[in-house]
């Protein structure tokens, strides 16, 4: 599934990750917004936080 994901701007992926930090959105429109589901979408978000600079 993580294919899937390069098809988005890792400037939207950013974005998706920070509304999510900030209880914008919810970890369901996230997955949304991916095209995964909410696990696959949980593990995104930690390995984006995890290699953040």
Known sequence: M???IHIIP???QHLAI???DL???????FA???NV???EARR??????SHKI
């Open 2 to 4: 993580l294919v899937l």
């Open 10 to 12: 890792v400037y939207y």
């Open 18 to 20: 920070e509304a999510l």
């Open 23 to 29: 209880g914008l959105i919810t970890e369901g429109r």
């Open 32 to 34: 949304d917004f991916l």
């Open 37 to 39: 589901d909410r696990l």
């Open 44 to 49: 995104i978000a930690n390995s984006f936080k």
